[in-house]
């Protein structure tokens, strides 16, 4: 059984730019999760999606989107990066909502 | 929304001794009360769980009760070991419907002294 994967595992970006962060699964595992989490706080939820539809959503702006795919892999893209953006971005996957998270080791971003 | 509140926010203790963590909330609703532990450059782990209509839970040196009435419940480490070194989150949330995600206490750094 392998676990939550995510890639890359850090990432430099400027200012204003895009990026995509990349997330696979648990095998099994139909829900997924986006958090962000800065130096020192708990992880903040992002958004979750479900067959491969976002059905819940955190306190973040629009430029926050994601995707999942049939196979349940899932990305997460922001743009226009704020230097506030920099954090650890961790995916979690679960075979059903709010029981049992499986998460990532993260991506750390770092907005310059 | 969930409030989350966690207590200690760190916590020193020398090993072999016990640790106690705390954490309030505020959403009565809630009925899952899980503890993730996050080790240094990883994600958070799932280490136990429980659920509102039991009072105590343990998995060998770990256990978590629950007091439903204050909206609080505990994270208890007995025979505490160097590995045990990590940050400490609690999530409790309401399982019955919806995609609010997990809402996290601001965490307990636990450190462990030879």
């Known amino acids: 059984e392998t676990g939550v994967t995510q890639s890359p595992t850090h990432l430099i970006k400027t200012r204003g730019q895009q990026v995509t962060l990349r997330c696979s699964s648990q095998s099994g595992h139909n829900t997924v999760s986006w958090y962000q989490q800065a130096l020192g706080q708990g992880p903040q939820f992002i958004f979750q999606?479900?067959?491969?539809?976002?059905?819940g959503r955190g306190n973040f702006p629009p430029r926050f989107s994601g995707l999942q795919f049939p196979n349940y892999s899932s990305e997460l893209n922001v743009n226009a990066l704020e230097l506030d953006d920099s954090a650890l971005y961790l995916c979690a996957s679960s075979l059903v909502a709010h029981y049992g998270y499986t998460f990532g080791s993260g991506t750390r971003l770092t907005v310059v | 929304g969930e409030n989350v509140e966690q207590h200690p926010s760190t916590l020193s203790v020398q090993e072999g001794d016990s640790a106690v963590i705390k954490c309030t909330y505020s959403?009565?609703?809630?009925?899952?009360f899980p503890w993730y532990k996050q080790e240094l450059g990883k994600g958070p782990q799932l280490i136990i769980d429980?659920?509102?209509?039991?009072g105590e839970k343990k998995d060998q040196r770990i256990a978590v009760t629950l007091n439903k009435t204050a909206k609080h419940f505990s994270l208890h480490i007995t025979e505490t070991q160097p590995e045990d070194s990590a940050v400490y989150f609690c999530?409790?949330?309401?399982?019955?419907?919806?995609?609010?995600?997990?809402?996290f206490g601001k965490g307990t750094h636990l450190i462990i002294q030879p």
């Open positions: 959403d009565s609703a809630s009925n899952y």
């Open positions: 999530a409790p949330q309401y399982s019955g419907g919806g995609a609010d995600g997990l809402t």
């Open positions: 429980i659920r509102s209509n039991v």
């Open positions: 999606y479900y067959r491969e539809e976002e059905n």
